[in-house]
């Protein structure tokens, strides 16, 4: 079983025919002041599995400041199925709404372990300070 992709968005869901929707990606944030609290982000994780990743997986999440420490964590089991008739692979969407405490700014990362494995590091970069509107282009 491998990590297809995993990210940050301000929403995700499944549609009735499965497909993974993502609204809002991002890997930046700009907090006005510290302590802060980045309400209900979701972290979207695609897993792919094959015929010999049938049975029960653990699965965990790490969230780590830039200092190094680790803030919090979370585990859980998947559980992958036989693919298909005809079919290779499956698609395991993991969608988690999560509020991600920032202490201080800079780099945070989440760490993504599968079987107690690290499989992927995603970055958020935190700023901190008044947002400026973004540039478009120039008008002539």
């Known amino acids: 079983m491998h990590i297809s992709f995993a990210?940050?968005?301000d929403a995700a869901n499944l549609s009735q025919e499965g497909k993974l929707n993502v609204l809002g990606v991002f890997d930046?944030?700009?907090?006005g002041a510290l302590p802060a609290v980045h309400p209900r982000a979701t972290l979207v994780v695609r897993l792919k599995a094959d015929h010999e990743d049938v049975g029960v997986h653990g699965l965990s999440f790490g969230w780590v400041g830039p200092n190094g420490d680790e803030i919090w964590s979370s585990s859980g089991e998947v559980e992958v199925g036989n693919p298909p008739p005809g079919a290779f692979e499956v698609d395991i969407p993991v969608i988690a709404a999560i509020d991600l405490p920032i202490q201080q700014a800079g780099t945070h990362t989440?760490?993504?372990e599968l079987d107690g494995e690290l499989r992927s590091e995603l970055y958020l970069?935190?700023?901190l300070g008044t947002p400026t509107p973004p540039v478009h282009g120039l008008v002539s």
Do not use: P
């Open 125 to 127: 970069h935190v700023r």
């Open 28 to 31: 930046a944030l700009q907090v």
């Open 7 to 9: 990210l940050f968005a």
């Open 110 to 112: 989440m760490r993504i």
